[in-house]
Structures are given as structure tokens and as C-alpha cells.
């Protein structure tokens, strides 16, 4: 079955931490669930979000039970500059193999103690019907979520 995709503009959002690109990106892809919000998708609660460092990486939750649920994977993987991941979740909240948009997360340096993160998700359109109304939960939780990593970098410097 083909899903009806539609035009949705990317979501983009941008904030600016007092660290280093190389730390920014490290605490943004080894520490997810520490900034992460939510239950996640699985059927309970994550322990654990864990992006696998290298291009095709898993990208996935682990609950306390050591069960895994899949979000999506790593694209491209270019530290400390870019990551490309490819979102496989759908309008339901529920990983979906077929479907993917991509999340694409930028570092640029604006001196050696202070990064730009650039988050852009884009390809929403592929989300279907819901899409529009996922796309708007979505800039709002992505905003939530920079806000939230950034109170993590602020808890890891010095």
C-alpha cells in the first residue's frame, strides 16, 4: 500500500550552547537520553537511547528490560560537523521500516567555546494525512528538546 505523501515544509530549529562543536556533538549523540523526553515508542518506558557512532549505525531505545525498539539510523556520521539520521517513525509514534524522513543535525563552530546546533527534519510530506499534524507536534518538541539539551551542556562544563 502506497501512502499519500504531501507537501510539508522542514521543520527547523537552531540553538546556541557554551561548549566546544567536539563536546556539542558528543553530548548530543552520547548522551540522548539524559535530553530526551518522553516515553519513547516501545511498549514501556526507555532506559536508554542509543545512537550507534558509525554511518548505518542503529538507532534505537532500550527499555529495562533490555527490549528494543528501533527509531531509525545514522546516515552519515561526521564528527564533530554533521549527523544525518534517517527518522522511521511514523504519525502513530510507531517505528516504521518503509517510512523514512531525514534529521539532519549540524555543529558550526562560532569560536572555540561556543556552538550553533542546527536541527532541520525534513521529507515530513512522506508522513501521509497525519503529517501535517505530527509535523506540528514535532516543531514544538524538537524546540522542547534543544531547549533540553542545551540545560544538559550548561550541567556539563566545567
Not at 504531501?6 to 537552531?14: E, F, K, T
Request: no cysteine; proline share 4%; net charge negative.
Amino acid at each position: 500500500m502506497n501512502v499519500k505523501t504531501i507537501d510539508l515544509a522542514p521543520i527547523r530549529q537552531s540553538t546556541i550552547v557554551s561548549t566546544s562543536r567536539e563536546k556539542a556533538f558528543d553530548l548530543f549523540t552520547g548522551r540522548m537520553s539524559e535530553w530526551w523526553f518522553g516515553q519513547g515508542i516501545g511498549p514501556t518506558p526507555f532506559e536508554q537511547i542509543i545512537l550507534e557512532g558509525r554511518r548505518g549505525g542503529r538507532w534505537f531505545e532500550r527499555a529495562p528490560d533490555g527490549t528494543e525498539t528501533d527509531w531509525g539510523e545514522v546516515v552519515a556520521w561526521e564528527r564533530p560537523a554533521r549527523l544525518l539520521l534517517a527518522w522511521r517513525i511514523n504519525g502513530e509514534w510507531k517505528f516504521d521500516p518503509k517510512l523514512e524522513t531525514a534529521l539532519e543535525i549540524t555543529f558550526e563552530e562560532i569560536d572555540a567555546n561556543s556552538t550553533r546546533l542546527v536541527l532541520e527534519h525534513r521529507d515530513l510530506g512522506r508522513l501521509g494525512e497525519s503529517g501535517r499534524k505530527t509535523a506540528e507536534a514535532m516543531n514544538s518538541g524538537w524546540a522542547s528538546l534543544l531547549e533540553r539539551f542545551a540545560a544538559l551542556v550548561r550541567r556539563h562544563q566545567g
